[in-house]
């Protein structure tokens, strides 16, 4: 779509303006986080110092974060679990997504439409029982608990997104491999699944991220604070009763969000490949 | 198939008195697919394959999601709270819910929040969508800039959020003061309606990148050509964009309003984090509510009942989006 450019002054009024509004209020919260996390206790509580900048910006709340609290142990579990569980969801959507997009057997389209369904099944629906199931398995306040519970969102995520993908590529291709005479899982190992890459590691980045964000059952089903991840560690254990140490707090936010934004910045494309084929199916 | 149905056949007409079936067609068919028993063989068959390959993600679905779904149904018709066996009570929790006036508060302002926090991400989106249309300097550094809040993790920069609506150290407060526009403070989140105001501004902030980038990509595939010729037949910008950009980036913009819905209905964490459904459990939604009473009154029964309320939401919705893609198949 085409747009063209009026008078420079038009372009300001409906254009440049507008733009800087909304790039500002996008990213002021981070600025905020930013600020907060290097200015001192003395400036963060006075009321009458100017809360834009500071003129004697310290590290100590990143000390205390390091020193004081689990923070380290908490991104090591973040990191663990984001990994683990995507890799658990990518394998297992990967396969489910290709048997989707490719095989044809009778149950193919209702299966489709079962996956379809439980990508749109919220964590708020199923928390209180699924914290039932984790303790009957034994894996309560272990990493494990998560591990196994974040794919319920993730796989479906991406085996819909997979299968999209999937069915981009032409069947022909596979078809020529059987010809030469590969066998039905050759040509799906060595000719699909290449091909697939792109797909593949759009439907990482996103569900990498997603894990990594994660809140409601992190919050259930871990409980001791060396099992946290940083989303939880950092709401629950930074704030003392009604107390809320703002430094530290701003620079543990500011911390575990700054690895989604790298790998997000390097992916870029890849990430709102997922976002719009997540959407589109 | 063929493998299982080999072994009756053989014994029976090796049973003396079973002679009238005509049993040895059969016995010389079968070997030919029986020799190749070697799993590998096996896979060639598309529906064995398809079976080997759905397995994992059957297994983790069914106890992950079926069961718990299932338990969950059992528990909001049982009084079990933590540590006790419960028993069945039939519908009484969801009269205790019905007769709630904090529920009845959560009921509706789960509503609220949703109906007006969608609407919002609607018109910003398609706004920022718009504007991110445009050719200009540096276009793919603030696309890349504007889905920040999208990807951090909402418990973080919510945290940032409710540290500029501090009841003392706020920096909107700041700024309205020093401009001269109040002379005290504003308890942003100290009254249920400005708290439910700053829930649903977070929630657009939050949202609003995921409408603007998905809403670009369906703008990105509206052809050029269309709107020339609707100029050069006299048509105004704000008439090309309701006559000819809307209707075709139409199913688009249904399904990601759908999507949204569903996890603004269903929201938690933003609201839990910014006023724990206060003050005065003003602010709950039926997310937070659940949670308050499974997990710190311990009334897991009552708490599943909560949250089964999302439910006939959800099915209204899913079913609706199943309709609508095999209407558009």
């Known amino acids: 779509m085409a747009v063209r450019y009026g008078s420079p002054l038009k372009r300001a009024v409906t254009f440049y303006i507008p733009l800087t509004v909304m790039v500002g209020a996008t990213l002021f919260p981070f600025y905020w986080m930013v600020i907060t996390s290097v200015r001192p206790d003395v400036e963060l509580y006075n009321v009458k110092m100017n809360p834009f900048f500071t003129l004697h910006p310290t590290l100590n709340h990143f000390y205390y974060l390091f020193e004081l609290t689990m923070f380290p142990r908490w991104a090591w579990n973040t990191l663990f679990i984001a990994v683990v569980s995507t890799g658990i969801s990518l394998f297992c959507g990967l396969l489910a997504g290709y048997a989707l997009a490719r095989l044809q057997f009778r149950w193919a389209p209702s299966l489709g439409t079962v996956i379809f369904i439980t990508y749109l099944v919220p964590p708020t629906l199923l928390f209180i029982p699924l914290g039932d199931v984790v303790k009957a398995f034994g894996i309560g306040d272990t990493p494990w608990a998560v591990i196994l519970t974040y794919p319920t969102f993730l796989i479906p995520f991406c085996t819909w997104l997979l299968m999209g993908y999937f069915k981009t590529i032409p069947r022909e291709i596979e078809d020529c491999a059987r010809i030469d005479g590969a066998s039905r899982i050759q040509a799906m190992v060595r000719i699909s699944f290449p091909l697939a890459v792109p797909g593949i590691l759009s439907a990482g980045i996103f569900a990498f991220t997603l894990s990594w964000n994660e809140f409601l059952y992190a919050l259930v089903f871990l409980s001791s604070p060396q099992q946290k991840t940083i989303p939880i560690g950092v709401f629950t254990e930074l704030v003392r009763g009604d107390v809320f140490y703002w430094g530290p707090l701003m620079a543990g936010a500011l911390l575990g969000s700054i690895p989604v934004a790298l790998v997000y910045s390097f992916f870029v494309e890849h990430y709102v490949t997922a976002l719009t084929g997540a959407v589109k199916g | ?329």
């Open chain 2, 1 to 329: 198939m063929a493998d299982q149905s080999i072994e009756p056949i053989l014994a029976k007409s090796a049973t003396p008195g079973a002679s009238a079936i005509p049993a040895p067609v059969v016995v010389v068919a079968v070997p030919k697919y029986r020799r190749p028993r070697r799993l590998g063989h096996l896979l060639e068959q598309e529906h064995i394959l398809a079976g080997a390959l759905l397995a994992p993600t059957l297994v983790i679905l069914t106890l992950f999601i079926a069961y718990p779904f299932v338990l969950g149904i059992w528990l909001a018709v049982s009084d079990k709270v933590v540590g006790r066996p419960g028993n069945f009570v039939g519908l009484q929790n969801f009269w205790v819910n019905l007769n709630d006036t904090i529920f009845l508060r959560a009921f509706q302002n789960t509503f609220v929040y949703t109906f007006i926090a969608t609407v919002l991400k609607l018109a910003l989106g398609m706004g920022a969508a718009l504007l991110l249309n445009h050719h200009f300097r540096f276009k793919r550094i603030v696309r890349a800039g504007m889905l920040l809040p999208w990807i951090v993790p909402t418990v973080l920069s919510t945290l940032a959020w409710q540290w500029m609506f501090d009841s003392t150290f706020s920096v909107f407060n700041w700024m309205l003061m020093n401009v001269g526009l109040i002379s005290q403070r504003i308890l942003w989140l100290g009254d249920g309606t400005t708290a439910m105001g700053c829930l649903i501004l977070v929630n657009v902030w939050r949202g609003m990148p995921f409408f603007a980038i998905t809403l670009l990509a369906g703008l990105q595939t509206v052809n050029p050509d269309l709107h020339e010729a609707a100029e050069i037949d006299g048509a105004t910008a704000w008439q090309r964009f309701w006559r000819v950009t809307l209707p075709l980036i139409k199913p688009i913009m249904l399904v990601v309003v759908l999507f949204s819905m569903i996890a603004t209905f269903a929201d938690f964490q933003l609201i839990y984090v910014l006023t724990r459904g206060g003050p005065y459990s003003s602010t709950h939604v039926f997310g937070t509510y659940a949670y308050e009473i499974a997990m710190r009154a311990a009334k897991l029964g009552q708490g599943a009942s909560i949250s089964l309320f999302l439910f006939p939401f959800l099915l209204m919705v899913i079913v609706f989006q199943l309709w609508y893609i095999r209407r558009s198949d």
